[in-house]
């Protein structure tokens, strides 16, 4: 079955800089990757996904690329400010099937001020 | 913006009882999913649920576990006999299918279990 890798397992950043976390995935036939953030005894929630028919895809100071002969993806979010201290978790999933995510270990992020 | 809503958010149980967790998936979606996290471990997918039946399962989704859809808005997780380590926080999750296939999955906030 699939297996994702996430790092680092936790990253601090100061208030302005930008902030990169990595995943690796195994199944090739995987397509589909969304990043989540999770806050303290909260849901995940989606914060940006990329299908595997484009490199790159940004929203705002969120971007995420994919490189799908090394597969591997990369969130990355700039200008980082305290509200977005959470833990992140990349996803890998075939699109399309309804099938599971398989989930990253999560990344914690914490952003100081 | 609607949302999957879990009920009870905490609930706390001695080993071998039964539990069940409710969910109510967002309303037009058509796919179900239980995932489960121990505290401060990644999300681990337990089942997917579609047309009324199981599509697929992990090996952690033993015959202790069951799914249900009794009605047109619930979705529930019962297990059997509970044990030490099914304490962790179980999420529901609901994706709907477009003409481009199935989308990305929303999650519940969450059902918080201790097993005692």
């Known amino acids: 079955g699939e297996n994702v890798e996430q790092h680092p397992s936790t990253l601090s950043v100061q208030e302005g800089d930008s902030a990169v976390i990595k995943c690796t995935y195994s199944?090739?036939?995987?397509?589909?990757f969304p990043w989540y953030k999770q806050e303290l005894g909260k849901r995940p929630q989606l914060i940006i996904d990329?299908?595997?028919?484009?490199g790159e895809k940004k929203d705002q100071r969120i971007a995420v690329t994919l490189n799908k002969t090394a597969k591997h993806f990369s969130l990355h979010i700039t200008e980082t400010q305290p509200e977005d201290s959470a833990v992140y978790f990349c996803?890998?999933?075939?699109?399309?099937?309804?099938?599971?995510?398989?989930f990253g270990t999560g990344t914690s992020l914490t952003v100081i001020p | 913006e609607p949302e999957v809503t879990q009920t009870p958010s905490h609930q706390v149980t001695q080993m071998g009882q039964e539990v069940i967790l409710r969910c109510v998936p967002i309303?037009?979606?058509?796919?179900f999913y239980w995932y489960r996290q121990i505290l401060g471990q990644k999300v681990e997918f337990l089942v997917s649920?579609?047309?009324?039946?199981?599509?697929?399962k992990s090996e952690i989704f033993d015959d202790q576990f069951s799914v249900e859809r009794p009605d047109g808005s619930n979705f529930t997780l019962k297990i059997r006999s509970t044990k030490l380590e099914d304490s962790a926080m179980y999420f529901c999750?609901?994706?709907?299918?477009?003409?481009?296939?199935?989308?990305?999955?929303?999650f519940g906030p969450g059902t918080r279990l201790l097993v005692l």
């Open positions: 999750a609901s994706s709907h299918l477009t003409s481009g296939g199935v989308e990305t999955q929303y």
């Open positions: 199944d090739s036939a995987s397509n589909y």
């Open positions: 990329i299908r595997s028919n484009v």
């Open positions: 996803a890998a999933s075939i699109r399309g099937t309804g099938n599971q995510f398989y």
């Open positions: 309303s037009n979606h058509l796919y």
């Open positions: 649920f579609y047309n009324n039946e199981i599509s697929e």
